[in-house]
């Protein structure tokens, strides 16, 4: 897919430090005013006759719900409004610089280097190539930027209005990216992981890093708040469904399955325990389909084969919660999704979050083809239990906070749910870790063009969560560097 893995371009800009308090609102920046030959070796080089706009419409501007008045108005050509880079910089108190040798406007916030050449239709986001819907114009001096397709550069949100005779422009600049100078190690190391999602950083609950990488699709970055698979950490509130009955004494670990459901090869001797921490010899994989439903699932487990004896070895397997959440709604009386919903995300403000269907407003996931070209992955299809939820980093950081203040279920539960089960340190729905020294947990995920992970450390309230959409990113590796350099901040 085009753009979405864009190159970058030597010798355009050098550095990525910029102040917390950098902020941009849209487009970016006038060739530098001033006497003499200074100043005239900062203009572009090549001029452009003013533009009357396509219509007598006049344009008023707000930036954060205030009105400005540019020194050089926006301006519309074939139906595109271009605007001022520089005047609406210095509206937004952003960090510009105009290279007149190169003829190249550089714009530096939160962390990004946003590059555009004058005269061209790309703008590149830390070396991420985006096509402009038109070349850039060089108005007696002012470069002038199409409207929208710099505001997605600087994700902003943008909003038009307009009559007959009026336009106006209003811009929200990005206020959800938290992003300061201490955490420009992490930064540069997911950026030279080649991340694309949404990362978030946060110790006992205060968000220390929030950010959006990479594309979401054509021209479209990845931001911060915006919506995900993701994928397996789905198991983690699984395993919290089932300790609340166990809490509530609908069930045992101990129970068989056969207590709840027939047919299953070995029912009999295969424990909740050992579905939960991956040990019942249960197969991992079942038929992805949209319209399979979790009966059929279960009616396709019954015709399955165990890999191992119950309780003697260590086996991935997503048939297990997916028995495990069949095992939920026979008990709870509701779906899967419905008791999820009730029991967490709704008592726990956790309103981005859901279960995923094909028309969930989640970002697109990507797979890296033969070709070494990232391609739009098709719908990721999973099934009640394992990989279904969708949410976003703040919403996961609030599950983070609720499991740690006991809001979910017992200190008792809790410790079970951390405590390995077998040499692959799973315990239920989490994996046990060893962060230096200190207790942790964490779990990853993958499906169709996206790889997550959330790693938790116990000891110190640190929390690290990465909700990615490129296909085949090490999330446990990340996880743990991630962790280590917010650690040593």
């Known amino acids: 897919m085009t753009g979405i893995r864009g190159k970058k371009i030597a010798g355009w800009f050098n550095g990525h430090t910029v102040a917390r308090s950098a902020l941009i609102g849209m487009a970016a920046v006038t060739a530098f005013a001033g006497a003499g030959s200074a100043a005239a070796a900062a203009q572009p080089s090549s001029q452009v006759e003013a533009v009357q706009p396509a219509s007598s419409k006049a344009i008023a501007v707000e930036v954060n719900g205030k009105a400005v008045v540019w020194n050089v108005q926006p301006l519309i050509k074939d139906g595109t409004t271009f605007v001022p880079l520089r005047e609406a910089g210095k509206a937004a108190a952003g960090n510009i610089e105009w290279d007149g040798k190169t003829q190249t406007a550089t714009i530096k916030v939160n962390g990004d280097v946003i590059v555009h050449p004058a005269g061209t239709s790309v703008i590149t986001v830390d070396g991420l190539a985006m096509n402009m819907s038109a070349p850039s114009l060089n108005i007696k001096g002012t470069l002038m930027l199409p409207?929208?397709?710099?505001?997605?550069?600087?994700?902003?949100?943008?909003?038009?209005?307009?009559?007959?005779?009026?336009?106006?422009?209003?811009i929200q600049t990005d206020a959800v990216t938290k992003y300061g100078k201490e955490d420009a190690a992490i930064d540069a190391y997911l950026k030279g992981e080649g991340f694309s999602g949404m990362a978030l950083v946060a110790k006992d609950g205060e968000v220390l890093l929030r950010k959006g990488y990479g594309f979401s699709g054509t021209n479209k970055l990845n931001r911060p708040d915006a919506k995900s698979?993701?994928?397996?950490?789905?198991?983690?509130?699984?395993?919290?469904?089932?300790?609340?009955?166990?809490?509530?004494?609908?069930?045992?670990?101990?129970?068989?399955?056969?207590?709840?459901?027939?047919?299953?090869?070995r029912g009999d001797d295969i424990t909740i325990h050992m579905l939960l921490s991956h040990t019942s010899g249960l197969p991992s994989e079942f038929t992805r389909s949209g319209d399979v439903t979790i009966e059929q699932t279960i009616a396709e487990l019954r015709t399955k084969q165990l890999k191992y004896e119950p309780g003697t070895t260590y086996l991935y397997s997503n048939n297990g919660y997916v028995l495990l959440a069949y095992v939920l709604e026979q008990l709870a009386g509701e779906s899967y999704a419905d008791y999820v919903n009730e029991h967490f995300l709704t008592p726990l403000g956790m309103k981005n979050s859901g279960t995923a269907t094909p028309e969930s407003p989640t970002i697109q996931g990507?797979?890296?083809?033969?070709?070494?070209e990232w391609a739009a992955a098709p719908y990721y299809v999973s099934q009640s239990g394992t990989g279904t939820l969708y949410s976003t980093v703040d919403d996961l950081l609030k599950w983070d906070q609720a499991l740690r203040a006991g809001k979910v279920v017992s200190e008792q539960s809790l410790e079970a749910m951390y405590t390995p089960h077998s040499d692959k340190n799973y315990g239920y729905g989490w994996i046990a870790i060893?962060?230096?020294?200190?207790?942790?947990?964490?779990?990853?995920?993958?499906?169709?063009?996206?790889?997550?992970?959330?790693?938790?450390?116990?000891?110190?309230?640190?929390?690290?969560?990465?909700?990615?959409?490129?296909?085949?990113?090490?999330?446990?590796?990340?996880?743990?560097?991630?962790?280590?350099?917010?650690?040593?901040?």
Do not use: C
Request: a positive charge; zero cysteines.
């Open 434 to 489: 060893n962060l230096n020294g200190e207790k942790g947990v964490f779990h990853n995920g993958s499906g169709s063009g996206y790889a997550t992970g959330m790693l938790r450390n116990l000891d110190s309230g640190m929390t690290v969560i990465l909700l990615g959409n490129h296909a085949g990113m090490d999330m446990t590796k990340l996880l743990q560097q991630v962790h280590k350099l917010a650690a040593e901040q």
């Open 366 to 372: 990507y797979i890296l083809q033969k070709n070494n």
């Open 229 to 265: 698979r993701i994928a397996s950490i789905t198991k983690s509130f699984t395993a919290a469904s089932i300790m609340q009955l166990v809490e509530q004494g609908k069930l045992s670990l101990t129970d068989p399955v056969s207590k709840f459901v027939t047919g299953i090869p």
């Open 147 to 170: 409207l929208r397709s710099v505001t997605d550069a600087l994700k902003a949100s943008l909003q038009l209005s307009q009559t007959k005779e009026f336009l106006t422009i209003r």
